[in-house]
C-alpha cells in the first residue's frame, strides 16, 4: 500500500511563494505517474501538475503554467509543488495522488486515474 503524507502548506499573501513536498513510502516501485489536485472552498477538486515517477513528463494546468512547477526527488521519494506568484484563487486544499497505471498523458488530470491520495495541506492566499 503506498502512503502519501504531504507537507508545506500555509497561509501567505499574494505574490508570495510555498513549495509543498508529497512523501512517498510503501510500493513506490508500483507508482507511475504521480499528481497534485486541489479544492477551492465550496468547488470540485481540480487538477493542478502531475510528473512521471522517471520526472521525464510534466503536465501542468493552464491555471498554473508559468507560476508552478513539479518535480520530484529519486533519493528522498518526494515530490514537489513549487508554487510561486501565488494569487488568493489559488486558495485550496492540496491533495498529492499517486497513479499506478500507465496511460497516455492527457489521462493523467483525470482524478479517477489515481490510486492512491495524501490527506491535504491548506494553502491560504490573503489579497
Known amino acids: 500500500q503506498v502512503q502519501l503524507v504531504e507537507s508545506g502548506g500555509g497561509l501567505v499573501q499574494a505574490g508570495d511563494s510555498l513549495r509543498l513536498s508529497c512523501a512517498v513510502s510503501?510500493?513506490?516501485?508500483?507508482?507511475?505517474?504521480m499528481g497534485w489536485f486541489r479544492q477551492p472552498p465550496g468547488k470540485a477538486r481540480e487538477f493542478v501538475a502531475a510528473i512521471s515517477w522517471s520526472g521525464a513528463s510534466t503536465i501542468y494546468a493552464d491555471s498554473v503554467k508559468g507560476r508552478f512547477s513539479i518535480s520530484r526527488d529519486n533519493a528522498k521519494n518526494t515530490v514537489y509543488l513549487q508554487m510561486n506568484s501565488l494569487k488568493p484563487e489559488d486558495t485550496a486544499v492540496y491533495y498529492c495522488a499517486a497513479a499506478r497505471g500507465m496511460y497516455v498523458s492527457s489521462d493523467y488530470p483525470r482524478g479517477n486515474v489515481y490510486d492512491y491520495w495524501g490527506q491535504g495541506t491548506q494553502v491560504t492566499v490573503s489579497s
Open positions: 510503501r510500493r513506490t516501485y508500483s507508482i507511475y505517474f
